[in-house]
């Protein structure tokens, strides 16, 4: 099956720790994108990718950081210097070729402070 | 800067009528995408609808349709036919032609009665 994954569903941080979520993509596409959702809020950008070995902060990159290693897989890792965390995580990718401009999204990643 | 207003925190409809939600953006681009997204209780978010602003032609898909008024900045999302399935959070977003962000709105609440 062509599609994105996330993992874990849930994760649980300690005051101090750094954590990292994963997405994965088996669609081809180039473009990876990070988004946080708060409740009743719309989302906003984190960060995102165009290529391997290049990425862009978001409107919302104070205390995150990426990685674009391979083409399949954008990490976000959610380090001790955001204060805020708790809010569910929607990994993104897209062709980003003329009109083959839209995002298609994983299922999500709630995160949670202990 | 690019902003997307929808102004319906949330809306209800009977059961196999039909429904439609607003959303206008604000922008000085004159070559932009425009969707509309269904975020269901799982949390996942699916596309539901898109349009390309050069295109006068109102996207249609299947019971979908959107009222594309570019002069105005309108993009309104029309359901038929209602079902239960239907209910969702509903997310218009704005993607300009220039570059990777898609700009949302806060979203409408659709609740769909029996």
């Known amino acids: 099956d062509g599609g994105i994954t996330q993992s874990p569903k849930y994760l649980f941080r300690k005051e101090g720790q750094n954590v990292t979520l994963s997405c994965e993509q088996n669609?081809?596409?180039?473009?990876m994108y990070w988004y946080r959702q708060d409740p009743g809020q719309g989302l906003r950008l984190i960060y995102y990718s165009q290529i391997v070995n290049d990425f862009q902060k978001g409107d919302i990159a104070e205390g995150y950081s990426v990685s674009r290693e391979k083409k399949e897989s954008f990490p976000l890792t959610v380090t001790s210097a955001q204060k805020n965390p708790t809010a569910f995580y929607l990994c993104?990718?897209?062709?980003?070729?003329?009109?083959?401009?839209?995002?298609?999204f994983g299922p999500g990643t709630r995160l949670l402070v202990l | 800067a690019q902003t997307v207003t929808q102004s319906q925190p949330e809306m209800s409809v009977q059961e196999a009528e039909t429904v439609t939600l607003s959303c206008t953006y604000d922008t000085s681009e004159s070559d932009y995408y425009l969707f509309w997204y269904k975020q269901p209780p799982s949390r996942q978010m699916i596309l539901v609808i898109r349009q390309e602003a050069y295109k006068q032609q109102n996207a249609t898909e299947n019971r979908f349709s959107v009222n594309f008024q570019k002069a105005a900045k309108s993009f309104s999302l029309k359901i038929s036919d209602s079902q239960l399935g239907d209910a969702a959070m509903y997310f218009c977003?704005?993607?300009?032609?220039?570059?990777?962000?898609?700009?949302w709105g806060a979203g409408t609440k659709l609740i769909i009665k029996p």
């Open positions: 669609l081809n596409h180039d473009a």
């Open positions: 977003a704005y993607l300009m032609d220039s570059n990777y962000q898609l700009i």
């Open positions: 993104a990718s897209s062709m980003r070729t003329g009109w083959q401009e839209t995002q298609y």
